[in-house]
């Protein structure tokens, strides 16, 4: 008896079936369908007429495109770079990775074995461009490797549809007796360029076939990006807790980032599970910064929240927004400084409590004293710096400014007494006026200026009032008075 649900033999031709305009079409298959002809986008009767002992199961497209999902991160255990090639295929960039893991065969056979141990077969290809991987994942022999060099030997008895071409274009190939990428490869170039020059990507086999031979560039990176900083622990089995692992991990990613002279604002953490799952775990710092007794603690009180479940088998610990650094010495005789490390308070608070409940001050551009700055989240814009020429302002600024009762001598001067929370101050001394006007583009129509005093009272406290207005502004009665910040 047959098992519900099991996958068919690898020789059995089998394909996934979604509903079209016109009834069910094959939505995927597998290699044993594909090499007898089984088509996506075909309509199911035609292909059941081509292959009567073809195997055909609904396909769960939304389930399929969020276990592809989580694949993408997955895989991210042998590189640190992966994306989605469509809706069946996986691209791992493993430039500088297959030597941690024994070499290209050995690398490939780690992935076939982690792949089975999910249940799932996987056809995997090496070679030196996109386009080659792709073409010998799905039509050529199992676990092909393509040394540079070799691409065109490799590709050659490969079918027309290896090359990434859409139905209509191999249908017309076919016509015209190219049924291989050798022969294609043998036309004359001038006579292809003439037919496709207005086709798109997928229907023009002179761009496909350049790509594919490495002619022309398909990056899959930014040739711009910093370089990608990664340790990892692999373990030889499963575990609950990366606690142990952490210090290695840290101190191994900042020896490869000293190297280099790089620093990163941002670490992921990511454990890999033997049921095919991950966890992530992401801290920012405000600075750049590779010290590794630092980064440790950002993940304190976090590893806790790490369901292990059946246990993982591989730690990873990525450099996220790497920027270079400047070696700065503190002191002339090389001492480490000792006064408390503003940007690591502020990474420490963070972790522990989050982005939102820590926060600071930052510029903006305004004269108005309560609008020349802003509170933000402590992590945003971190490690800009912003350089500001302004008088001296208070070292305590008022929320919102207080209204006083004053007496002074002259209407235009300074006020010899105030009253302020129920006590009388005295103007011993003063400084000033400092004019601000209204910003025109933000305040209503009417709005008064202000002209700032700075004032010492009897008992040598130094405050900052401001008048509100002049006599016969004719934008409302008397002038009104404040005090809007305290000096130290």
């Known amino acids: 008896m047959e098992q519900t649900g099991a996958a068919p033999p690898d020789d059995l031709p089998a394909a996934m079936v979604a509903e079209g305009q016109h009834g069910p079409v094959i939505h995927d298959t597998n290699r044993a369908a594909r090499l007898a002809g089984v088509q996506r986008g075909a309509r199911v009767t035609d292909m059941k007429a081509l292959l009567p002992d073809l195997r055909v199961e609904y396909a769960d497209i939304v389930g399929d495109r969020h276990a592809m999902e989580q694949l993408m991160f997955w895989v991210r255990r042998w590189c640190p770079w992966s994306v989605q090639d469509g809706p069946d295929g996986l691209v791992l960039d493993t430039t500088g990775s297959d030597h941690l893991w024994g070499g290209e065969v050995a690398m490939l056979a780690d992935m076939e074995a982690a792949f089975s141990g999910l249940g799932l077969t996987a056809q995997i ?85 350049d790509q594919a031979m490495g002619r022309t560039a398909e990056p899959v990176s930014s040739p711009d990006a910093a370089p990608s900083f990664r340790a990892h622990a692999r373990l030889p089995e499963p575990i609950m807790d990366p606690t142990p692992f952490m210090p290695d991990l840290c101190r191994e990613l900042c020896d490869q980032m000293e190297a280099q002279g790089y620093g990163c604002r941002r670490l992921l953490l990511t454990v890999y599970h033997t049921d095919g799952d991950t966890h992530r775990i992401d801290v920012a710092m405000s600075v750049h910064s590779r010290d590794p007794d630092h980064l440790l603690y950002l993940f304190r009180d976090k590893l806790d929240a790490i369901n292990p479940g059946y246990g993982f088998d591989l730690i990873t610990l990525d450099a996220g927004q790497t920027e270079q650094m400047q070696v700065v010495q503190a002191h002339l005789e090389g001492r480490a400084d000792e006064t408390v490390d503003l940007s690591r308070l502020i990474d420490r608070l963070t972790a522990r409590f989050g982005v939102r409940s820590v926060s600071k001050p930052a510029l903006r551009e305004s004269h108005v004293p309560e609008r020349a700055q802003n509170w933000v989240a402590a992590l945003h814009g971190a490690g800009d710096t912003t350089e500001a020429v302004a008088a001296e302002r208070p070292i305590r600024l008022l929320s919102h400014p207080e209204e006083v009762r004053v007496l002074y001598a002259v209407p235009k001067g300074p006020p010899v007494q105030f009253i302020w929370r129920r006590q009388t101050h005295k103007v011993t001394r003063y400084a000033g006026p400092e004019r601000i006007a209204p910003e025109w583009w933000h305040d209503m129509p009417g709005t008064r200026l202000r002209d700032y005093f700075k004032v010492e009272d009897h008992a040598g406290r130094r405050f900052w009032l401001y008048r509100q207005g002049l006599h016969g502004d004719g934008r409302g009665g008397d002038p009104r008075w404040f005090v809007h910040g305290m000096f130290a």
Do not use: M
């Not at 090496?126 to 073409?135: C, D, I, K, Q, R």
């Not at 490799?154 to 990428?181: H, M």
């Open 125 to 209: 290809a090496l070679a030196p461009t996109w386009g080659a991987a792709w073409a010998l994942a799905r039509y050529g022999t199992v676990r092909s490797i393509c040394p540079e060099g070799e691409i065109a030997q490799k590709l050659s008895p490969l079918p027309a549809e290896a090359l990434r071409l859409n139905n209509g274009t191999v249908t017309l190939l076919r016509r015209l007796g190219l049924k291989t990428i050798g022969a294609l490869a043998d036309v004359p170039r001038l006579s292809l360029t003439r037919r496709f020059v207005k086709a798109k990507l997928n229907e023009n086999p002179v761009i496909r076939l």
